[in-house]
């Protein structure tokens, strides 16, 4: 039942929710790629990012599932938005899907009909922000914060 009745619907926000675990699939992928271009013993970080989206991901999916939503599946492969070369293109690409994940949870919370949904959203948003950071300090990006997370421009 939503605790904000003049607020967006249940099918909304189940719609956000599935676009956000669409980015975590998403995010799943593109760290392998991130921790194969960052090679052996430098790709900590891009595991424990992955495992925080794998983590994520199974949450949303069950919350999905839980309510009789059938929850976007994985593709095979995604398309990589430049080519990934080096430790420093692999940090450019985190930043990609932490930026991507980011905007999803943004609408999340546009849409959220349910606080538990809005406190999901919130830390999720920080989450990748946080993780973001990090790797626009990897790679060499002139500004690592971001006052809004999630909004374009």
């Given amino acids: 039942m939503a605790d904000d009745t003049a607020g967006p ?28 271009a960052l ?18 991901r199974d949450r949303l999916t069950a919350l999905l599932v839980d309510r009789e939503v059938d929850p976007v599946g994985a593709r095979g492969a995604y398309a990589l938005p430049f080519p990934v070369l080096s430790a420093t293109d692999a940090a450019a690409l985190a930043v ?6 980011a905007a999803t949870w943004v609408r ?23 993780r973001a950071v990090g790797w626009r300090t990897a790679a060499g990006k002139p500004t690592v914060t971001t006052a809004l997370p999630g909004l374009s421009g």
Avoid: C, F, I, K
């Fill in 96 to 101: 990609v899907l932490e930026d991507g994940v």
């Fill in 108 to 130: 999340v919370l546009h849409q959220a009909a349910e606080r538990s949904t809005r406190e999901l959203a919130v830390g999720a948003l920080g989450d990748a922000e946080v």
């Fill in 39 to 56: 090679g052996p013993g430098a790709n900590a970080t891009a595991a424990t990012a992955e495992t925080a989206h794998r983590d994520l």
């Fill in 9 to 36: 619907d249940l099918a909304s926000e189940n719609t956000a929710l599935d676009e956000a675990l669409a980015a975590s699939h998403a995010a799943v992928w593109g760290y392998g790629v991130v921790g194969a």
